[in-house]
Each structure stands twice: as C-alpha cells, then as structure tokens.
C-alpha cells in the first residue's frame, strides 16, 4: 500500500486547511487509516482515525472539536479537515493505514508527510 500525503501549507491561527491521503494498491480501500503529527522536538502524536466506512472516527484530546477526519467516496482517499487552527498544531501530518480494524494500531504503512504550519 502506498499513500501519497497532501494539502499543507502556511495558515494563520484561526484559519483552516484540508489535508488529503490518497491510498494505492491491494486492498487499500479496506484500511483502517489514520493522521498523526510531529512537531520539532516532539514525539509523534495521534491526531485521528476512520474505519474503511468511514464511521465511528476517533480524535486525539487536542484536536477534538475543530479537526474532522472521512473518507471519499471511494474508500481509498481519506481527508483531514482541520478548523480553528492554532500555533500549537504546526507539525508535520503523516497519514498511515493498516488493515487490523483496531484504530490504535499498528499501522504498518505510512505517507511522506506535509507541513503545516499556523502563525500566530
């Protein structure tokens, strides 16, 4: 499976952006996947995931509220709405996938990343 991250870019704080995941190869479609970020000198964080029917999604505590994950029509693309955006949610934002159901993991595929980043 291969997933071709998209849609960063620089925002002021209050602003908003869609991120997009876009997934290829065998069997992508019925993946569970999943963002998660990284700012400099920080761990990686779990920002949110969706099941391949794009239901019951679960968000990370610090983006509960403003960001909204789902998935296309087509099952195989995923998005990341991302409103009310604060200094604090500049990273890098990676998607993932994996096929196990469980959103917290493992997650055996990743994107190359995109960069957000949200000026005060």
Known sequence: VQLQASGGGLVQAGGSLRLSCA?????????????FRQAPGKEREFVAAVN??????????????RFTISRGNRKST???QLNNLVPEDTAVYYCA????GDYRGPYGYWGQGTQVTVSS
């Open 52 to 65: 391949w029917g794009g239901v019951n999604p679960v968000y990370g505590d610090s983006v509960k509220g």
């Open 78 to 80: 995923m998005y990341l």
């Open 97 to 100: 996938a994996q096929s196990s």
């Open 23 to 35: 997934a290829s190869g065998h069997s992508a479609s019925s993946y569970t996947m999943a963002w």
